[in-house]
């Protein structure tokens, strides 16, 4: 069992607040990544991190941010939520070296 | 880029069947990983498999690298086993999904 955590599991807010999903893991990996998922469908990459202090954007244009101050610590901010931002963000980590993603619980984020 | 095609897109059978997934892919890839997400969202990593086959009890798969595909077998399902498997691909590091099966497994 993989050790890394999001909070909130569960978000309703209204439009334009800012928010930001929390990810933590306790494995010592290098790499992190965000991911957003419409229910049932493929997974689309939004950000990721190759160690810190370095953040990436991935395919999927996304308006939110993400920082990497700490190894273990990945969050994303959004600065204006919008109900296209209804999804499930999915957090995950790997080590270098090695091919094996594990992936957090999820947020699952609805945006009125 | 690489494309990643799953089939079949939805699968329900009866508990105790045998089911068959499969996943394309369109170029030669450095490893292949299977994905179990849960009805409640959780996805479980279940094999990294770059070639050759691996058994992990009821569930085992196989990669054919040269041929570009890669087949997840269960046995006997159990209701437990239901939700969205996925195969992904590497590519620079980074994941690439297919659209995933959904499998739903009736007691």
């Known amino acids: 069992e993989a050790d890394i955590y999001q909070t909130p599991r569960y978000l309703v807010i209204g439009t334009g607040k800012k928010i930001t999903l929390e990810c933590s893991q306790t494995?010592?990996?290098?790499?992190m990544y965000w991911y957003q998922q419409d229910p049932g469908m493929e997974l689309h990459l939004i950000h990721y991190?190759?160690?810190?202090?370095?953040?990436e954007k991935g395919d999927l244009s996304s308006e939110s941010t993400v920082s990497r101050i700490r190894t273990e610590h990945f969050p994303l901010t959004l600065e204006s939520a919008r109900p296209s931002h209804t999804s499930q963000y999915l957090c995950?980590?790997?080590?270098?070296?090695?091919?094996?993603?594990?992936f957090g619980p999820g947020t699952r984020l609805t945006v009125t | 880029g690489i494309q990643v095609e799953q089939s079949p897109p939805d699968l329900i059978l009866q508990e105790g069947a045998n089911s068959t997934l499969r996943c394309n892919f369109s170029?030669?890839?450095?490893?292949l990983q299977w994905f179990h997400q849960n009805p409640w969202g959780q996805l479980i990593n279940l094999f990294y498999?770059?070639?050759?086959?691996k058994q992990n009890g009821r569930l085992s798969a196989t990669t054919v690298a040269t041929e570009r595909y890669s087949l997840l077998y269960i046995s006997s399902s159990q209701t437990t086993d239901s939700g969205v498997y996925f195969c992904?691909?590497?590519?620079?590091?980074?994941?690439?999904w297919g659209a995933g099966t959904k499998l739903i497994i009736k007691p």
């Open positions: 498999i770059p070639s050759g086959t």
């Open positions: 494995m010592g990996h290098d790499k």
């Open positions: 995950a980590s790997r080590k270098t070296g090695t091919y094996e993603q594990y």
């Open positions: 991190s190759y160690g810190v202090n370095s953040t």
């Open positions: 170029d030669s890839v450095n490893n």
């Open positions: 992904a691909v590497d590519s620079n590091y980074q994941l690439i």
